[in-house]
């Protein structure tokens, strides 16, 4: 008899997480590494974030809190999406957990049923599918590649609906590609959607604010399907708070009130501190995300520029996140120095940390066996000592 349970069995580790491992083993060593695998800013809390989580701890802030958040956040985050999003909430239809992440698992959990299937446009964020995954759901992938900028059409949308399709979700700005959805864009899919109003959507927004091309827009600012949209959010790009571990989903009241039930079974409310923090850094303006995202289109200007020389890496001019996706699947078949053969993906990005000692994460765990994604949110020195290192290690190839 098996000692542990199908559904951890089944379960595939994080991609990002795993390279991230295999990075710091590797400096453990003694090895210069530069990690660029991931989806980490490197700059710091705002201070003024970090003045007010002091200040609650003084002011004994060290109770268990709601479930779903304190309501002072919550109508914080509800002024912020009718602020800067034009999106007309009440407070108690947002949930505030430790995290996007959970907000995702909590949506999912709540919606989809064993067999229900789920459809998800590659590449996706890793944990789409093994969540679907464990809630026994189907996912069903409509492909994308870099000659589309990584977007699906309507007709490919169209064509993926089946009697069984209970949720479609995505990311814009998206991670792993950078890829975002414009108005026009977005109401072309909703035309598909209002053809069929038992599909929910999930819009995963983590990326709204690193956006290069306009202001960002959420598929739920559509009238007709905005009650079926839940919107997932959160403050650890935006301001820099992944250790925190704050997110949000804004959604129905219906499923707004059975993602907080859920929660109560699992983590509760989020930390006390983190929630006051999360309030001051609604209400603080965003001057902060300005000089960031400022500080994110260099970078990525910086880093196109150098990948581009790289002969047969092929890559595209991402519109907003902080990733590259080059497709390198001209180097498959190629040998190493030592005579081994890249055969995939993971191969490649392997090969980049063992022989250019840069950590980067394989296609695969994104639904894309023929890429890697590229972080570039580090400094500048480290951008340019990576993509060089990865060009050398690349031309040794034969």
Not at 112 to 141: H, Q, R
Not at 225 to 240: D, F, P
Not at 252 to 274: E, R, V, W
Not at 328 to 338: D, I, N, Q, R
């Amino acid at each position: 008899m098996a000692i542990l349970s199908d559904r951890i069995n089944n379960l595939s580790e994080s991609a990002t997480i795993k390279m991230a491992k295999l990075g710091r083993e590797l400096a453990a060593k003694g090895v210069d590494v530069i990690s660029l695998s991931l989806g980490e800013t490197d700059f710091f809390t705002p201070d003024f974030v970090k003045t007010a989580a002091k200040d609650a701890i003084d002011k004994n802030f060290s109770y268990y809190t709601p479930v779903a958040g304190y309501p002072e956040l919550r109508k914080s985050i509800a002024a912020k999406l009718k602020r800067e999003n034009d999106l007309d909430y009440s407070f108690d239809q947002v949930v505030v957990s430790t995290g996007a992440k959970q907000s995702l698992a909590n949506a999912i959990m709540v919606l989809v049923n064993p067999g229900d299937e789920v459809i998800i446009p590659t590449p996706y964020w890793v944990s789409y599918s093994e969540l679907v995954k464990l809630a026994e759901g189907e996912s069903v992938f409509i492909d994308s590649n870099i000659e589309s900028d990584f977007k699906i059409t309507p007709q490919e949308l169209e064509a993926a609906i089946t009697p069984k399709t209970k949720l479609f979700m995505f990311s814009s700005p998206n991670n792993p590609t950078g890829s975002v959805y414009s108005y026009d864009e977005l109401a072309a899919l909703v035309k598909v959607f209002e053809k069929y109003p038992e599909i929910y959507i999930i819009s995963d927004e983590i990326y709204e604010h690193i956006n290069f091309l306009n202001k960002h827009v959420s598929i739920a600012q559509f009238p007709s399907v905005k009650e079926r949209v839940i919107i997932i959010n959160g403050l650890s790009k935006a301001y820099a708070m992944t250790g925190w571990r704050i997110g949000y989903s804004v959604s129905s009241k219906l499923i707004a009130d059975a993602c907080d039930k859920l929660q109560s079974q699992i983590t509760s409310g989020t930390c006390s501190i983190t929630q006051k923090a999360g309030i001051a850094a609604y209400e603080g303006g965003l001057d902060t995300i300005k000089e960031m995202r400022e500080v994110f289109l260099r970078r990525r200007d910086l880093v196109y520029g150098l990948l581009k020389e790289i002969k047969g890496l092929k890559v595209n001019l991402p519109g907003g996140a902080f990733y590259f996706f080059p497709d390198v699947s001209s180097f498959f078949g190629k040998l190493t120095p030592e005579g081994e053969v890249l055969s995939n993906a993971q191969d490649v990005a392997l090969f980049l940390l063992n022989t250019g000692h840069v950590a980067v994460v394989s296609g695969d765990g994104f639904g894309d066996p023929k890429s890697i994604r590229i972080s570039y949110a580090a400094a500048d020195e480290k951008l340019i000592e990576a993509v060089k290192r990865i060009k050398n290690a690349l031309e040794s190839l034969k």
